[in-house]
């Protein structure tokens, strides 16, 4: 829930990048509650190994297309970044 309130309210590149993984995090921590019900099955720990690796490579292409964003436009706020762009398409 934390994280679905920074991804909808905050402006800021990073603060949306945190409120995602936190929401990647919690589903995490639920695949490790439902596997310690049944120990003896394995996809609980095969989901959370792929969604830990899925969640790097998320991170990884956020943090790239960040620094992307801010090369070009000198700043990481989402909302002068598309005062910006409405700028340049009139």
């Known amino acids: 829930m934390v994280g679905l309130i920074i991804v909808l309210t905050k402006k ?9 993984e936190l929401i990647v995090q919690a589903a995490i921590s639920n695949f490790i509650l439902f596997n310690s019900q049944y120990p003896s099955q394995v996809q ?5 190994v792929f969604c830990t ?7 990884i292409l956020l943090i790239a297309v960040s620094l992307s964003l801010y090369q070009h436009y000198k700043t990481i706020d989402l909302t002068k970044i598309e005062l910006l762009l409405a700028k340049n398409e009139n």
């Open 44 to 48: 609980g720990q095969v989901l959370v």
């Open 53 to 59: 690796a899925t969640s790097i490579c998320e991170i």
């Open 12 to 20: 800021s590149l990073i603060f949306i990048i945190i409120g995602i």
